[in-house]
């Protein structure tokens, strides 16, 4: 079946059995409104509060804590489950608070239709509720209303529309009541008017043909609530190591219970020992650790002018792989200038950017910009009236927008008109306008006839297909006029062709003189010249995507603008030396089972132009099934269903939709690129502290199943009580592990390539550290309590001289995290101001489990003589001892 929009006016009123002159009647409204529903955007289902806290107590990590508090509630071990029960509680807490975040997303679209519209019915205009209109209604449009269904137009006087939100097109789209090609995109559909969009110059009258989540505007947010919210490298890595660490509890746990039964150990004894094994082998710190690390991070970033909205965004833009970045306003400066202008008589452009415009710019440049500023609806602000002029200020981001109203090229031309003092408010004092012929998307032109000491003037700007074909002379340097011949009409063509293929909008400008305002403005017009209008990159995308280039990171423009002027910012930007573009008509369908060729194919790209939200969707699951880590960045309702789905949305601030910002991961206050590029880097960083921590943690948690493992198996007694494994895993671990979290980058962090999606959060070469660590702690502390057993202390006092060996050696042992190579006074670990806080926080929380009355009742901790704490001080500073000297001795690693 044709298109709505393919379809001539008269075929879509028939299919919609209604009289454009009347409109429906009461009950066609009503009948249709039964069948069709009422015009607005259904809401997203969204997971309950208590459905997230649920969802805390499903992983195997809380399983085998849980099954701990129960045996220690068997065992009737109150102290010791109530304190395994916090523990599960402080997880589940931390859990919940850092995913509650509704998906406000469909409230926001839905805003976009809560409003009034005029419609015609029973052959009167009148307004009503948006949410009322069906299809076959009648809708009346005028400048400044808000498209509250979509429109299939049945008349267009000049009528425009901002269809930013929906396209990412910047430039105000002109309607025509004209079928268009059956196969046009979104962007190019003219005959069309769209659900979310704004009327911005002109009138018009549409029927409707879509309501509610049938419109572009439905289809958007059903994508949005389709789009499903990849799990982040981070949460997958720390699954995976959880699931990890449960399988060897459970092993380690079976192997002692199984040895111990067959040394003769009775079975209260071996479930002891088992709980302590639980409580030994999880990292009950590690949520807590990577939640404030990532915190930390987001503080950062938020001073950086990059608002985080999800917490392990942080760390997944830190393993970005590609970007997906639009072109308007992110990578340009989202507003429209003056670039070029090609005069008579001069083969060469003139270059018209405020830095490089000529002082003295020629007669005829002087006399087509007052035909600019003349031929317009626009109005600069007084701001820029009075001042000389804001054309001139360039990638501010107080001036990313006009400072005026109307069309931004209209816009445009009068800054460039103001930088050579031409006014259009004094122009008009000189030259009243008498008469308009508003822009026609049949001529493609717009004249104004101005009064002149004899006669009129008539100024006429179009597109210069048009001009050229009716333009009789061309003016000459000398202020005269010459017959314009059919090859000057060719070598104009020309110079059309060469301005569009490098990517800039071209404007034709003519004027004549005539005696009548009723003379025809479009006949024996004098071409004055033309000129090139484009959104400049802004100066500081270049450096930073350079920057992703050294880090490894690939950028691509996705954008809906037109390809030449989409290859040509890619150009300039450098994201390529020859960019290549793809139109969206021409993207393969990349569902995830296209072949190499097909992903050779795209690969090949670096700018997709014209591109549906569909397809926007289709690129982020080619590259994610490829492997790759995806930010993607957007600002309109268009990019919503992609920055929900990629591993990062990365939303515009100052001028992104509400939907934009709701569906993102981060939000950038300032809307530039390079912010990005900081992201990025504290993401990179944010990981690799990760990594110290856990390293961190599971070394001194292994020291810890280590010592329990081996005292179980050779029967002799537990050097450490689960409470006390309790007290330095989620009390004294915590502070140091926070401190190495929140640590800065190294120099060298954006010179890496991107890690692997798949690479685990520790490596081989990790977890070989981690088990020498662990090694070289848990032999210290089982030597110094058999040392305190054989000298005879008593068993207390043994348990005891353990615990604090153990809680002061993980202490001392943050030092050991320092990079293998790295200086023993220059690190990263003795630089952190943060490490040595912690440090001397849990000297003082060890000091308190020593002496304060109460604690050390509930910790089994007894009083010691001098040889005991020389026994703790000694055997706590072994690790550290050694590891310092293999740190100084082994080569740092790459990276």
């Not at 975040?101 to 409230?107: C, G, I, L, P, T």
């Not at 679209?109 to 009503?128: M, N």
């Not at 305190?788 to 030092?815: E, S």
């Not at 901790?861 to 550290?880: K, N, Q």
């Amino acid at each position: 079946m044709t298109p709505i929009q393919s379809r001539n006016v008269e075929k879509v009123l028939e299919d919609l059995s209604v009289d454009p002159d009347s409109g429906l009647d009461e009950r066609q409204v009503e009948r249709r409104r039964r069948e069709h529903g009422r015009n607005r955007l259904t809401e997203a289902k969204t997971a309950s509060p208590w459905t997230i806290l649920a969802n805390q107590f499903k992983s195997l990590v809380i399983a085998i804590l849980g099954g701990a508090a129960i045996v220690s509630f068997a065992m009737n071990e109150i102290v010791q489950m109530l304190a395994i029960l916090a523990a599960i509680l402080l997880n589940a807490a931390i859990g919940f608070f850092t995913e509650w975040k509704a998906v406000r997303s469909m409230e926001a679209l839905r805003s976009l239709g809560t409003v009034q519209t005029r419609v015609r019915r029973d052959g009167q205009s009148g307004t009503v509720d948006a949410e009322t209109l069906v299809p076959g209604d009648i809708v009346l449009l005028d400048a400044g209303d808000v498209v509250t269904a979509d429109l299939r137009l049945i008349e267009s006087n000049g009528l425009t529309c901002d269809e930013s939100a929906l396209t990412g097109e910047s430039v105000p789209v002109t309607k025509t009541s004209d079928a268009v090609d059956q196969t046009a995109p979104l962007a190019e559909r003219a005959s069309m008017a769209f659900k979310g969009t704004a009327v911005t110059d002109g009138s018009g009258t549409g029927v409707v043909v879509e309501t509610g989540m049938q419109t572009e505007l439905g289809g958007i947010a059903q994508m949005t609530t389709d789009a499903e919210q990849e799990v982040s490298p981070l949460e997958k890595r720390l699954d995976r190591l959880g699931r990890n660490l449960v399988v060897l509890t459970l092993l380690v746990a079976a192997v002692v219970a199984f040895l111990g039964v067959l040394g003769g150990r009775d079975i209260v004894s071996m479930l002891e020992t088992a709980v302590a094994l639980a409580v030994a082998a999880v990292p009950e710190g590690l949520p807590i650790v990577a939640t404030v690390a990532l915190a930390r991070g987001m503080w950062r970033m938020a001073q950086r002018n990059a608002l985080v909205e999800r917490l392990a965004a942080v760390e997944t833009l830190g393993s970005t792989s590609v970007i997906f970045a639009d072109k308007t306003g992110t990578l340009t400066q989202n507003r429209m200038r003056v670039a070029r202008l090609a005069l008579p008589g001069d083969d060469e452009d003139i270059a018209w950017a405020s830095d490089k415009r000529p002082d003295s710019p020629p007669v005829l440049a002087c006399r087509l910009l007052e035909v600019a500023a003349l031929c317009t609806n626009a109005e600069l602000s007084k701001t820029s009236e009075g001042d000389k002029p804001d054309a001139d200020v360039e990638d501010t981001h107080a001036k990313d927008q006009p400072n005026g109203t109307g069309n931004p090229m209209e816009i445009a031309l009068l800054h460039a008109a103001a930088a050579v003092d031409i006014r259009r408010d004094q122009l008009l004092e000189d030259h009243p306008e008498e008469r308009e012929e508003s822009f026609d998307a049949d001529t493609k032109m717009m004249a104004t006839f101005h009064k002149a000491e004899s006669g009129y003037r008539v100024a006429v700007k179009g597109a210069p297909e048009a001009v050229l074909e009716i333009a009789t002379h061309v003016a000459t340097p000398d202020g005269e006029a010459e017959a314009l011949s059919d090859r000057g009409q060719g070598e104009w063509a020309d110079r059309v062709e060469a301005l569009a293929g490098q990517g800039y909008r071209v404007l034709a400008f003519a004027e004549r003189q005539v005696e009548s305002l009723d003379t025809d403005p479009y006949e024996g017009l004098t071409l004055l010249g033309l000129v090139g209008l484009a959104d400049p990159p802004r100066s500081d995308v270049a450096q930073a995507i350079d920057q992703c280039h050294r880090a490894g990171i690939k950028v691509i423009m996705v954008t809906g603008d037109q390809p030449v002027t989409a290859a040509a910012i890619a150009q300039d930007v450098g994201l390529a030396d020859d960019p290549q573009a793809m139109v969206g008509r021409d993207l393969p369908q990349t569902n995830g089972d296209q072949g190499e060729d097909t992903q050779d194919r795209l690969t090949e790209y670096q700018v997709f132009a014209r591109v549906s939200p569909a397809q926007k969707l289709d690129l982020i699951r080619h590259w994610q099934g490829s492997g790759a880590v995806v930010a993607m960045t957007g600002d309109g309702v268009n990019d919503a269903p992609a920055l929900k789905k990629a591993d990062v949305g990365i939303a515009m601030g100052q001028r992104g939709t509400d939907v934009a910002r709701e569906a993102a991961d981060i939000v950038l206050k300032d809307d530039a690129f390079p912010t990005i590029i900081v992201a990025i880097e504290q993401g990179r960083t944010i990981f690799e502290n990760i990594r110290r921590f856990i390293v961190y943690l599971l070394s001194g948690n292994l020291g810890e199943v280590l010592a329990v493992g081996l005292c179980a198996v050779i029967g002799a007694p537990l050097p450490l009580l689960p409470l006390q494994i309790l007290f330095i895993n989620l009390v004294l671990d915590v502070f140091p592990a926070l401190a190495l979290g929140v640590g800065g980058s190294p120099a060298d962090i954006m010179d890496r390539p991107p890690r692997d999606a798949k690479e685990p959060v520790l490596t081989r070469r990790h977890w070989i550290a981690t088990g020498l660590w662990g090694a070289l702690i848990a032999g210290s502390v089982t030597t110094v309590f058999f040392v305190a057993l054989w000298q005879d202390m008593g068993q207390d006092a043994a348990v005891t001289i353990g615990f604090l060996t153990f809680a002061l050696a993980r202490l001392w042992h943050v030092f050991n995290m320092r990079d293998a190579g790295s200086g023993l006074i220059r690190n990263s670990v003795v630089q952190n101001r943060w490490v040595w806080s912690a440090i001397a926080l849990s000297a003082v929380l060890v000091a308190a489990a020593a002496w304060l009355p109460g604690l050390t009742t509930v910790l089994g901790v007894v009083p010691l003589e001098v040889s005991g704490w020389l026994l703790v001080l000694g055997g706590s500073l072994v690790p550290l001892v050694v590891g310092q000297t293999v740190l100084s001795l082994v080569p740092r690693a790459k990276p």
